[in-house]
């Protein structure tokens, strides 16, 4: 039987170059969509057998990289301006080289439109409904990648920031997981048609998490509450001006709401339990 080839949109990535060596592992062929020959180095050495350079704006390179594809993963640029319109001719790009199955990384809580990046997933999700393809959105929560993004900052001062309310609960998932999922549903058919929102279990507060750290470390680590601006100097998200004003909106719904959720979805789609925060956070302090 021959092996599936699966398209991964920026392979190179943080997130999506997690899915490459899931997809690697069951045996299928990975083609990395990629801009350059640096980012195809780094697909590569994630387990990318096949590279297509090409860019999501560019139809006639979504074409040409689409050939002999068996199935896409798509993960949207974050905040970009015409996200939705590049999930959406990504989606019809697969549509028309007959593509058999399409799994899309959205957002816990998509509907919630007064966030843009949950309300860009939405036009995504509604063209794979009529797409024809076989789908599987995944909707992933607040991600544990983004502590380990503050990892050097809890290392250098003992102190774990984010500009929102310590007593905010969020729920949070490790995108590995996510790329767990997404490889299963990339190889068979159980996911098929669904929608999965994913989330680990419990919904930790940043006092809590600050007292995972210290345990983890063996040192004390308090947890922070900076203004967004603050935050912004201390953490250099590479964002612009206006990317950074939908982000702010993003903390002021955690402030306001927390962000629930629970792992009895993704405890299901995985057939066992999701990776914990505990466990995370022992990784990062074990230099992992």
Not at 11 to 30: I, S
Not at 94 to 105: D, H, L, M, T
Not at 151 to 163: D, M, N, Q, S, T
Not at 234 to 249: F, G, H, I, T, V
Request: with cysteine; hydrophobic share 50%.
């Amino acid at each position: 039987m021959t092996a599936s080839t699966i398209l991964v949109i920026g392979a190179a990535g943080r997130f999506a170059g997690l899915v490459v060596p899931e997809l690697a592992r069951r045996g299928a062929v990975v083609r990395g969509l990629v801009r350059d020959d640096a980012k195809a180095a780094v697909a590569r050495a994630r387990g990318a057998a096949e590279i297509a350079f090409g860019d999501l704006r560019d139809r006639a390179s979504l074409d040409a990289a689409l050939l002999g594809v068996d199935g896409v993963f798509h993960i949207g640029p974050a905040f970009a301006p015409d996200e939705a319109e590049l999930g959406v001719a990504m989606v019809e790009a697969a549509g028309r080289a007959e593509v058999r199955r399409f799994v899309f990384s959205s957002v816990i809580q998509a509907t919630n439109t007064a966030l843009a990046n949950h309300a860009s997933k939405i036009p995504v999700e509604a063209a794979l409904h009529g797409s024809g393809m076989q789908y599987t959105i995944l909707q992933p929560t607040n991600l544990m990648q983004n502590i380990g993004a503050a990892w050097p900052g809890v290392l250098a001062g003992g102190v774990f920031a984010e500009p929102f309310p310590r007593t905010a609960r969020v729920a949070r998932v490790d995108y590995r997981d996510v790329a767990e999922a997404a490889a299963i549903a990339l190889t068979g058919d159980r996911l098929a048609y669904g929608s999965f929102e994913l989330c680990a279990d419990g919904l930790p507060d940043r006092e809590e998490i600050a007292a995972l750290m210290s345990a983890a470390l063996g040192r004390p680590v308090r947890a922070e509450e900076p203004s967004f601006a603050d935050w912004v100097a201390m953490a250099k998200p590479p964002y612009d001006s206006r990317q950074l004003a939908l982000l702010e909106k993003v903390f002021a719904h955690y402030a306001a709401h927390g962000q629930p959720g629970n792992g009895l979805v993704a405890r299901a789609v995985l057939g066992r339990e999701p990776r914990s925060l505990r466990g995370f956070i022992e990784e990062l302090a074990a230099g992992r």
